[in-house]
């Protein structure tokens, strides 16, 4: 295989037009997978399904190229259920994941996605009918792509199969995939069995590929990061966001995607709220956005306490103007992941504007922390309220980091796509093709 001839079969519930993270990866990779020449098929499910969860996204729409041949598939009975109950107001997030000891969703192994598998595979099998895939790419989450990788690769032992992770599927370290048990043994044992044929895994941090190599011998050396990135048109082609008066002479801070809960933002809207009271000044050289929806609990925070008259909350925005919102920011304010494992994607496109980022920091050993001694703009403080409020007033004094501008440039999605392309042909020479 020569790099201006692959053809490439990509399985991805998360696609065009879902807005969020996940589909933001699958759709850059596509982008530029064909960009480099690269003959591209997607199997996704339909668009109705794509976005129950999430708001139809068109900027992520323009971005997947014609040429690209983009097949559509139902969901299956379990998922239905869930976009159902989304409607009723009821917690579809918590049923589609997070589940308890108790809950029926222990009972749907892996996720509810396992009833849309045959249908994925079924599609699949006619695109490898008529154009011969050289590498199949499964994306997980939801973990029951593994299934459909494996069947596939099963019956094509010529093809590569590449599994791309976002989170970890075993290993103990997201709560929020917590499970009793005996599910965990459950999903150890599958997840070993259907790895056992796979040429090559790719995941987005060195700490998720220290636990794969760990967990599971058959992937001694097939364990590759393949990090999140930012689109380098995006950054180039956006202006910043004109500022209004209500900025002028401030620092703007600016936290772009959605404020969940779990990811404890509530330090740092007490530090804030603590620094108005003891200063009220400091709403006269602050303003900090949360560009995105925020959970309820989040916006009750802000709005009954004086953080309010610092921190503005607006509603989610395309991709573009998100852009211009940071390029037009003083300090780009990052909630790290607890765990140690994982690296919020939107630290890329951080990076990508190339502005100071606020990593407030969960665990001693956050993976951001070695990304932004590279960077050069860092600033990083433990998720703590006093704290917090320290920095902020040394921030407000003394000024801000300088950033090292080269040092994302390895993070652009045209760069990841030709990652996987050499880790494709690396598997490919290991099986003799």
């Known amino acids: 295989m020569t790099r201006a001839s692959k053809r490439f079969l990509i399985m991805a519930a998360d696609f065009a037009p879902r807005g969020a993270s996940p589909a933001v990866r699958t759709v850059h990779l596509v982008k530029y ?55 009723r107001g009821a917690d579809a997030e918590g049923l589609r994941r997070k589940g308890t000891k108790s809950s029926l969703s222990s009972l749907i192994i892996p996720d509810p996605h396992v009833a849309a598998v045959g249908s ?7 695109v490898i009918a008529n154009e011969a895939p050289d590498v199949l790419l499964t994306f997980c989450y939801p973990f029951s792509m593994n299934i459909v990788g ?14 791309d992770y976002g989170d970890p599927w075993t290993g103990g370290v997201f709560s929020e995939l917590s499970r009793p048990g005996w599910r965990r043994a459950v999903d150890r044992r599958l997840e ?56 002028d002479g401030k620092v703007v801070m600016v936290h772009a995607g959605r404020i969940w809960k779990a990811r404890n933002p509530f330090p740092f809207i007490d530090a804030v709220a603590g620094l108005v009271e003891k200063d009220p000044s400091i709403a006269k050289r602050l303003k900090i956005v949360f560009l995105g929806d925020a959970d309820p609990p989040v916006l009750e925070a802000v709005a009954r306490s004086r953080a309010s008259e610092v921190i503005e909350i607006r509603a989610r925005v395309p991709v573009r103007d998100s852009i211009a919102a940071m390029k037009s920011a003083d300090v780009l304010l990052l909630f790290g992941n607890r765990g ?61 980091p300088a950033v090292n501008r080269d040092a994302s440039s390895r993070y652009g999605w045209d760069a990841i796509s030709h990652s996987l392309v050499g880790i494709a042909e690396q598997a490919s020479s290991r099986l003799g093709t």
């Open 33 to 87: 997978l064909q960009r480099a020449g690269h003959h591209v098929n997607v199997i996704t499910y339909d668009e109705a399904t794509q976005t129950v969860h999430s708001p139809y996204d068109a900027g992520l729409v323009e971005k997947v190229p014609d040429a690209v041949d983009v097949a559509r598939v139902g969901p299956g009975v379990f998922h239905r259920f869930i976009g159902r109950a989304k409607t």
């Open 120 to 126: 994925f595979v079924r599609a699949a099998e006619r």
């Open 150 to 163: 494996a069947w596939l690769k099963r019956r094509h032992r010529d093809m590569v199969w590449i599994a």
């Open 192 to 247: 070993r069995r259907l790895l056992g044929n796979v040429d090559a895994v790719t995941v987005t941090t060195y700490p998720t590929r220290n636990l794969y190599e760990r967990q599971f011998e058959s992937l001694a050396g097939k364990v590759h990061v393949m990090p999140m990135g930012f689109d380098p048109e995006d950054v180039r082609d956006v202006a910043p966001e004109a500022r209004g008066a209500e900025q």
């Open 340 to 400: 140690g494992i994982q690296v919020p994607g939107k630290l890329y496109e951080y990076m990508g504007v190339a502005r100071p980022i606020l990593l407030l920091q969960e665990c001693d050993h956050d993976p951001v922390v070695g990304l932004l001694d590279e960077y050069g703009g860092r600033i990083v403080v433990a998720n703590e309220a006093a704290a917090i409020a320290d920095q902020l007033e040394e921030t407000l004094s003394r000024g801000l």
